[in-house]
């Protein structure tokens, strides 16, 4: 089946750059998406990237996107204490997403 | 602009007794999608309908488990009879047609603790 997979930790200096990389295995998911959840609250929709595209950038936030790798990342620019979460990757699958395991992100001062 | 709306947002009961968790969709949306999130197994998608009708419950853990629509602007997924291993956060979300380019979104979820 289809598995989405991304590391568990990432900690970065507040003003840093935080790159969050994920791996995905169907390459026909036609849309990618990055959620963010912070304690005791849902997931929120931070930004999407359709298939044909290799970078979007939106504010502080980079997608970009690696077809032939099945390779998608994000970047935040000039990370700040509140971007402390934990970063969701998502494939689409038909009308499903299947979703990787979150990556804690902890930015110290 | 109302998000997607859970109730209860907590929930503690002891095994053997019947649950039942409630989620409003954002008015307008066609699609309503219930999830589990877990340490152990992450986030997990347990159903979802499209316009009312079930479309896949191939997530859903076990007979124990159902969920409703009886209309679109309401579902309940009930668990009857509760165990501990059912303790998660359970969370609904809506999209406006259920399409891969229509992005979901997630209600503040329940928490449900299983004595």
């Known amino acids: 089946g289809e598995d989405v997979e991304q590391s568990l930790f990432l900690s970065v200096r507040e003003g840093d750059s935080s790159v969050i990389n994920c791996t995905y295995t169907d390459s026909s998911s036609t849309y990618l998406y990055w959620y963010k959840q912070e304690p005791g609250a849902g997931l929120q929709l931070l930004t999407y990237?359709?298939?044909?595209?290799d970078m979007k950038q939106d504010q502080r936030l980079t997608v970009l996107l690696n077809k032939k790798d099945k390779h998608l990342s994000l970047r935040i620019a000039d990370t700040q204490t509140g971007d402390s979460a934990i970063y969701f990757c998502a494939e689409s699958e038909g009308d499903k997403l299947i979703f990787g395991t979150g990556t804690r992100l902890q930015v110290f001062p | 602009d109302a998000g997607v709306i859970q109730s209860p947002r907590h929930e503690v009961t002891e095994m053997g007794q019947e649950v039942t968790l409630r989620c409003k969709p954002i008015s307008g949306h066609n699609s309503l999608f219930w999830y589990r999130q877990t340490m152990m197994r992450g986030l997990e998608l347990l159903i979802y309908?499209?316009?009312?009708?079930?479309?896949?419950d191939s997530g859903m853990p076990e007979d124990r488990f159902s969920a409703k629509m009886p209309n679109a602007s309401f579902s309940t997924l009930k668990i009857q009879p509760s165990e501990p291993r059912d303790s998660a956060v359970y969370f609904c979300a809506s999209s406006p047609s259920g399409g891969a380019d229509q992005p979901q979104h997630f209600g503040d979820g329940t928490r449900l603790s299983i004595l």
């Open positions: 309908f499209n316009n009312n009708v079930p479309i896949d």
């Open positions: 990237i359709f298939s044909n595209m």
